[in-house]
């Protein structure tokens, strides 16, 4: 079993930047991969970020160049640094883990982005 708890979300002003936090309660070097989702009011859930245990990184095109996924091992978390947010952003980030064939989701965070 693996907990997860996101924290970091709030409301901000376009341009402005977040991070977000995913705190495991396992070894995230036990975790095959750990994703950051979100989903926003009447559209559907979306990957957006991605990190490996081996490190590899991926991320979806309209968040490349603005969002970084980061892990702390000392900490068991993982972290997403939002910057140049636009109204777009606007969603319940939610942090999700594999490790082997068992799935955890943690129960989102909510960004808001608005001026």
């Known amino acids: 079993q693996v907990q997860l708890v996101e924290s970091g979300g709030g409301l901000v002003q376009p341009g402005g930047s977040l991070r977000l936090s995913c705190a495991a309660s396992?070894?995230?070097?036990?975790?095959?991969?750990i994703r950051w989702y979100r989903q926003a009011p009447g559209k559907r859930r979306e990957l957006v970020a991605s990190?490996?245990?081996?490190?590899?990184?991926d991320y979806t095109d309209s968040v490349k160049g603005r969002f970084t996924i980061s892990r702390d091992s000392a900490k068991n978390t993982i972290y997403l640094q939002m910057n140049n947010l636009n109204p777009e952003d606007t969603a319940v980030y939610l942090c999700?883990?594999?490790?082997?064939?068992?799935?955890?989701w943690g129960q989102g965070t909510q960004v808001t982005v608005s001026s």
């Open positions: 999700n883990a594999v490790r082997t064939s068992n799935e955890y």
């Open positions: 396992a070894n995230i070097f036990s975790i095959n991969v």
């Open positions: 990190i490996t245990s081996g490190g590899a990184r």
